[in-house]
């Protein structure tokens, strides 16, 4: 019931932007920037945003469009919005079958609650996101895989059942798990569905991604939201513990130090890793540059715990970072002609809703 309620309230309040959008210019300009439609949304609404997601609303005048003769909206299948979710690479260590698990850990869950493990600003989402704002599906070739055109005339008929069924969370965070595990030892594989970077230039065709976890993995992709796979290159896969630290300036405190795990440092204990400041990422929810760590101690007993994380590189040394988003990107629906026929379009958005993800 708390997952229902959550993606009603979100539904309900990105509704209530529509609305205002369609007849304030100013305000669907602040709304559709790239990457600032949750900070609009709590500005102007008051609403704030349970998940850890990076949102934003296309408007490239590309639909989707009313229908004022049959009362309702055209789109087509899966060609509008989208989900883009970011795999980490295989770390080169002997064993990536733990990584895999902590990944899946992780990622289990799609719509994951926002957490206060980091406290620094969320540094990623320029770079997971400057340009797929501004890129539509006018940009993918015609391939054999792609869906019903507008010009069909067709109102997709695939299931938007987001709120109401937790059983494809759970099933899409396993074949998510099974296609990173695949990705990491299949290189075609991992060619064909994961994407290094999205740009204007992108060449991936729309439903790419649903059709490849369909042919290698059986699996029937439940939402009309194209899914786009990146490479999340923030993801680090590290060795964490307590540590004592002593900074060159004289200064003592403890924290959580995280080094990076390769094939030199997998099999090092955490006092032995601590010898160096060469594999060292950061000191976790702390703004200490290892530049400016004078020693690490850690006692005997110090039990070190692998895990994911995140983090920026500038001049040779790394910043930790919220942990990469998932995208939701959503076309602005266009208004029709007649403002008198605002509130009928405005609720057939709402309501035809396998065509529009969160709508109600």
């Known amino acids: 019931m708390e997952l229902t309620k959550q993606l009603l309230d979100f539904r309900a309040t990105y509704l209530k932007a529509i609305a205002k959008a369609w007849n304030d210019e100013e305000f669907r300009k602040e709304l559709c920037l790239p990457g600032n439609a949750l900070s609009v949304l709590d500005k102007y609404f008051g609403y704030k945003c349970p998940w850890n997601i990076q949102f934003s609303i296309k408007d490239l005048g590309e639909g989707p469009f009313y229908n004022e003769a049959r009362g309702v909206y055209m789109t087509d299948s899966l060609s509008f919005d989208k989900f883009v979710v970011s795999v980490p690479e295989k770390p080169t260590i002997p064993n990536p079958a733990e990584a895999l698990s902590h990944y899946y850990f992780d990622n289990s869950w799609i719509l994951e609650s926002i957490t206060d493990d980091v406290n620094h600003p969320n540094l990623s989402l320029q770079q997971v996101f400057d340009t797929l704002c501004a890129s539509g599906h006018k940009d993918h070739p015609e391939s054999a895989f792609i869906f019903p055109s507008m010009k069909d005339g067709l109102i997709p008929e695939a ?15 396993g074949v998510m798990a099974a296609a990173v595990a695949l990705a990491w030892s299949n290189t075609k594989f991992s060619n064909s569905l994961i994407e ?8 991936n065709t729309i439903g790419r991604a649903t059709k490849l976890l369909k042919d290698w993995l059986d699996y029937d992709y439940p939402w009309d939201v194209d899914l786009i796979v990146k490479k999340d290159k923030l993801a680090k896969y590290a060795r964490t513990f307590d540590a004592a630290l002593t900074l060159r300036s004289g200064e003592q405190l403890r924290g959580t130090v995280a080094y990076l795990l390769d094939e030199s440092t997998f099999k090092l204990s ?3 890793l601590s010898a160096s400041r060469d594999k060292l990422l950061f000191v976790l929810d702390e703004q200490i540059s290892p530049k400016d760590i004078e020693s690490i101690s850690v006692s005997e007993s110090t039990i070190a715990i692998d895990k994911w994380v995140w983090c920026v590189e500038s001049k040779g040394s790394y ?7 998932l995208g939701i990107i959503l076309s602005f629906p266009e208004a029709p ?19 529009f993800p969160f709508t109600c």
């Open 319 to 325: 910043q930790q970072v919220q942990k990469t988003p």
């Open 196 to 203: 290094e970077t999205i740009s204007h230039s992108s060449t």
């Open 270 to 272: 955490a006092r032995d």
């Open 337 to 355: 002609d007649d403002k008198a026929s605002q509130p009928v379009a405005l609720t057939r958005y709402n309501n035809d809703g396998p065509g």
């Open 159 to 173: 299931s938007y059942d987001l709120g109401n069924s937790n059983t494809h969370f759970v099933e899409f965070g």
